[in-house]
């Protein structure tokens, strides 16, 4: 009698190599019975439903946005903090391809990972947000409003995201076995597609904050300034760097089989937090030099005063004297801690901005409807699944033998 694997046909081969991992399919199956599926099932099964029924009735059926107030937790949210957390792709790849700094090339790739797919859901947020998302090549390709700050945005969005989907594409290469001579092509392009991600991702990052020049009336005045579009790119690169420790920390320890264990992570983590110390106290004096030009000093002893110190002293200013300490000390554990609040102040600084500093004097406050929650944490949920997908399959955490000389 021929064994299984004799009879297996070579198109079942790859497919259960390539996809299943090598398990049969109904080993893959029961694998997928962990409390994380169930719940992330449990969430897509609630949230798909959601998005047809927003796209089937409108926004003014799934949504409380309303003329005064547009956007909402789908641009606060899923747009301008997307953005900002996937701000590690460009610098880690800069730090590496640029400056030449070695040490972090391990993490470029789940970096690069994490960017694309930042990218790729904020743009599916975006897509949610917008009353005639099929309308949306139109500004792009048949009318160019090149004197507009959307305009810039959304070339910008769209090119970074071809970048890094060719960054990305060795690996995609390598998992596949094919495309030998473009992915080599694409290899030696990586200093160029890596100048062209930090002159894009310069444009767009701090353009994001240019869109709120256009309502100085509508923001609260200390979330105002001039400097606004500084103040998204520097913050922006901080979220960034907290971020790739959090992501590079956690997938080492999710996924131990597939992670390089001779890659020192902490070493790594010390880099990046001496890194995000300078960005963040920076961003800090930055900050400060704002309310003085504005001479907003009074405002700081008012209720939405209490709330700005609390994001510039809490989210900002500890942060970076914590991984000033952490780095000096060598205490990875007070750094990957002190990255995860970076991170937790990222998101409120862009909710702050988009959202609660958003028509903060107006009688009925904006407050996101439920199906807007679910939507979003629909994205985040699949976003988390694809970057499963694909460290258990593609070469992210760990580099191929064969080809590690090339990167």
């Known amino acids: 009698m021929r064994s299984s694997a004799q009879t297996m046909t070579p198109q079942a081969s790859w497919f259960s190599e390539k996809i299943l991992m090598g398990l049969t399919p109904r080993a893959y199956v029961r694998s997928l019975f962990t409390p994380f599926d169930l719940i992330a099932g449990l969430i897509l099964a609630v949230g798909i439903p959601v998005i047809i029924y927003r796209f089937a009735f409108g926004l003014g059926a799934a949504t409380n946005l309303t003329q005064e107030t547009p956007w909402g937790i789908w641009i606060g949210f899923d747009m301008l903090c997307g953005v900002a957390l996937a701000a590690g792709g460009f610098s880690i790849a800069s730090t590496v391809y640029i400056f030449g700094l070695k040490d972090f090339h391990p993490i470029v790739r789940p970096a ?44 910008c969005v769209m090119l970074y995201t071809t970048v890094l989907a060719l960054e990305f594409s060795p690996a995609l290469f390598e998992w596949l076995g094919i495309g030998e001579g473009i992915r080599r092509l694409i290899v030696k392009a990586t200093i160029g597609l890596t100048v062209a991600a930090v002159l894009l991702s310069t444009l767009h990052q701090s353009s994001l904050g240019a869109l709120f020049l256009m309502a100085p009336t509508k923001i609260h005045p200390l979330w105002y300034s001039p400097f606004i579009p500084a103040y998204f790119f520097i913050s922006a690169i901080g979220a960034g760097l907290s971020m ?60 939405m005063g209490y709330w700005f ?95 590690r000389d090339e990167h």
């Open 112 to 155: 690069v990972l994490t960017a694309f797919l930042g990218y790729l859901f904020a743009v599916l947020g975006l897509m949610c947000d917008l009353g005639r998302p099929w309308n949306l090549p139109i500004p792009m390709i048949y009318s160019f409003g090149t004197t507009s700050v959307m305009f810039e945005v959304g070339w």
């Open 244 to 303: 790739v420790i959090v992501e590079s920390s956690l997938s080492h320890r999710a996924f131990q089989g597939r992670a390089d264990h001779e890659v020192n992570l902490d070493r790594v983590a010390i880099g990046l937090a001496r890194a995000a110390a300078v960005v963040l106290f920076a961003y800090f004096f930055l900050k400060l030099q704002g309310v003085a030009d504005g001479g907003h000093w009074a405002l700081l002893a008012t209720p």
């Open 309 to 403: 110190l609390f994001e510039v002293l809490g989210f900002v200013l500890v942060p970076s004297l914590l991984f000033a300490h952490g780095a000096r000390t060598r205490n990875t554990r007070l750094i990957k801690w002190t990255a995860a609040w970076t991170v937790l102040g990222a998101v409120v600084n862009r909710l702050n901005v988009s959202v609660i500093a958003f028509n903060w004097n107006i009688e009925h406050h904006y407050v996101p409807s439920w199906m807007e929650v679910v939507t979003t944490l629909t994205l985040v949920t699949t976003g988390v699944l694809c970057f499963r997908w694909t460290v258990n399959r593609m070469p992210i955490l760990r580099e191929l033998p064969q080809y």
